[in-house]
């Protein structure tokens, strides 16, 4: 599913998309607000980040409602974390490597 989720973030639009609907859940026009896009283009950006579980889309009356779904970011941070750690402690064994030198 990283892959997916990846897949779905690596446009601007769609990151800008869950970056609003981190604040706050938001109809379809909302969203559509927000850019200058079509309401077709914004919908396929939408349909992305929902096959991506990114996103949930419900229907409140007559408005389709979407909110940010945690889980697909929960794995990606997950996974980044690995590689955190390992930059931190590679930048902590070139510190030591660097203040050895300077003695």
Not at 6 to 17: G, W, Y
Request: with cysteine.
């Amino acid at each position: 599913m990283l892959d997916a989720t990846f897949a779905a973030l690596s446009d601007p639009t769609r990151r800008a998309i869950v970056g609003y609907l981190r604040n706050e859940d938001m109809s379809v026009g909302q969203v559509v607000e927000k850019f200058e896009l079509t309401q077709s283009a914004i919908s396929r950006h939408l349909d992305v980040l929902e096959n991506a579980r990114l996103i949930k889309r419900k229907r409140v009356g007559q408005r389709r409602v979407c909110s940010l779904s945690a889980m697909p970011l929960r794995e990606l941070s997950d996974w980044l974390e690995a590689y955190r750690i390992f930059w931190n402690d590679s930048l902590e064994r070139l510190d030591q490597t660097i203040a050895g030198k300077k003695q």
